[in-house]
T-cell receptor, first 112, second 117 residues
Framework: GEDVEQSLFLSVREGDSSVINCTYTDSSSTYLYWYKQEPGAGLQLLTY?????DMKQDQRLTVLLNKKDKHLSLRIADTQTGDSAIYFC????????????FGGGTRLMVKP | EPEVTQTPSHQVTQMGQEVILRCVPISNHLYFYWYRQILGQKVEFLVSFYNNEISEKSEIFDDQFSVERPDGSNFTLKIRSTKLEDSAMYFC???????????????FGDGTRLSIL
């Protein structure tokens, strides 16, 4: 079970909330991560959640984890134009040399 | 905030040539990684490295690939005889295992874009 899936694209208006969804298939995942990639840049760690948690909030970011459905979401409150980027979810296999398995990324476009 | 640095940012190489991609991980980190992202595809794990040896590698990481920590600060990825399909963005990452079991967020560099002609 090593497939992580995300929708390709999300468009929101500035000031609205964005919700980026991710599904994963491996129930042995220990940590799940969200990374942000701006054009021409690397992967910036945004936040992460341990698999025994349901929710984690970090300023404008809220991560929700539904372990039963293997569903992870990232909510960005009061989305700004600077939030426009590609967002990747990733799961950690702790029994595999800390290998991260990434989703394909969701491109978030924020319209003024 | 400390960061992972990678050089060069862009490397153009003829097919069949050897290439070395360089990374300086965050100084107190002990786990090092290489990932790659072929244009339009997912970020894929290549290899993890701890205590001067490979701890895990993927199917992609065949005999053409090798990693080395030549000194106390650098971590390199060598591709011995490059192929067209090696063209990709290569990301280095590092993490700190002392934060606790499993809690080692991986911090990534900005990547090296490798173009094989």
């Amino acid at each position: 079970g090593e497939d992580v899936e995300q929708s390709l694209f999300l468009s929101v208006r500035e000031g609205d909330s964005s919700v980026i969804n991710c599904t994963y298939t491996d129930s042995s995942s220990t940590y799940l991560y969200w990374y942000k990639q701006e054009p021409g840049a690397g992967l910036q760690l945004l936040t992460y959640i341990f698999s025994n948690m349901d929710m984690k909030q970090d300023q404008r970011l809220t991560v929700l984890l539904n372990k039963k459905d293997k569903h992870l979401s990232l909510r960005i409150a009061d989305t700004q134009t600077g939030d426009s980027a590609i967002y990747f979810c990733a799961e950690l296999w702790n029994n595999a040399g800390n290998m991260l398995t990434f989703g394909g990324g969701t491109r978030l476009m924020v319209k003024p | 905030e400390p960061e992972v640095t990678q050089t060069p940012s862009h490397q153009v190489t003829q097919m069949g040539q050897e290439v070395i991609l360089r990374c300086v991980p965050i100084s107190n980190h002990l786990y090092f990684y290489w990932y790659r992202q072929i244009l339009g595809q997912k970020v894929e794990f290549l290899v993890s490295f701890y205590n001067n040896e490979i701890s895990e590698k993927s199917e992609i990481f065949d005999d053409q690939f090798s990693v080395e920590r030549p000194d106390g600060s650098n971590f390199t990825l060598k591709i011995r005889s490059t192929k067209l399909e090696d063209s990709a963005m290569y990301f280095c990452a590092s993490s700190d295992p002392t934060q606790g079991a499993g809690n080692q967020p991986q911090h990534f560099g900005d990547g090296t874009r490798l173009s094989i002609l």
